[in-house]
């Protein structure tokens, strides 16, 4: 019988914990606890990090986890990582659960930067009204740029202020709806969207809205990882896990 430790803190994290509590596959759910209200699971659940490479390949021979599922966020580049280094020290199977990323169509205009540091560079110039759609833990990251007006939409209020001088604080948490977000950015004159390449269906509808309302997107690419199994369906791991 597996032994499962799954990597979370996504959406799909939690449709696959669901799923490995309905076979009866025994798994810890790990997340790093930054959402102040998470959701409910229907497994075992501990928060916080591991300490690194070393302290999760410790978690891993204590706990006689015979299988990893990484369903983090495509941007826990850090967390990712070290999974991969942790698997490979101790010969346990790892498959990541992944998005695919978002990738323009049709009506939308989108400028592409390679990371966090590009796309406050990008900012450089006229003030504009700016959703940045980018979670809480980068906002300080845009103080060099305090000439916009920026709307945050965030999971949870903010502890401290953010370093922003003009900004807009919405506390929601989505899935969201395309017409929703149009409403929101009508309401909030937006005229540039900042936003992660997160990928999946939660958060997407900012990038149809942006579509209809004619608007560009700064859209960050999701940062390279070294090779792992990537599957995209819940279905995958279960046959992987059976396997």
């Known amino acids: 019988m597996p032994n499962v430790l799954l990597l979370g803190g996504t959406t799909e994290a939690s449709a696959l ?30 928060i ?39 698997c490979a020290d101790t010969g346990t199977p790892l498959i990541a659960l992944t998005r695919p990323a978002w990738q323009p169509g049709p009506g939308d205009d989108w400028q592409r930067v390679a990371d966090i540091p590009a796309a ?5 110039g006229p003030a504009r009204h700016v959703m940045l759609a980018i979670g809480r833990m ?15 939409r965030l999971v949870d209020e ?15 948490r989505g899935p969201f709806s395309t017409q929703a977000d ?24 900012k990038l149809e809205a942006a ?3 004619g608007l560009p997107v700064l859209m960050i690419d999701r940062p390279s990882l070294p090779p792992r199994h990537d599957v995209h369906a819940i279905a995958e791991v279960l ?5």
């Open 48 to 86: 916080g990090g591991f300490g690194g490479v070393a302290g999760l390949r410790d978690y891993i021979r204590q706990h006689a986890v015979t299988h990893v599922v990484d369903a983090t966020h495509p941007f826990a580049a850090q967390m990712s990582t070290n999974a991969v280094n942790a």
């Open 138 to 152: 980068h906002i300080h990251e845009f103080a060099p740029q305090p000439h916009h007006r920026y709307l945050l």
């Open 17 to 46: 914990a669901q799923a490995l509590a309905e076979a009866q596959i025994p798994a810890t759910l790990s997340y790093m606890g930054r959402v102040e209200r998470p959701k409910a699971q229907p497994v075992p659940v501990r």
């Open 239 to 243: 046959t992987w896990l059976k396997a």
């Open 158 to 172: 903010p502890k401290e202020t953010p370093p922003l001088p003009d900004h807009v604080v919405v506390v929601d």
């Open 120 to 124: 406050v560079a990008a900012l450089a």
């Open 211 to 213: 579509r209809a309302l």
């Open 182 to 205: 149009i409403a929101l950015m009508r309401a909030h004159k937006i005229d540039l969207v900042v936003s992660k390449n997160a990928g999946g269906t939660g958060s997407v509808s």
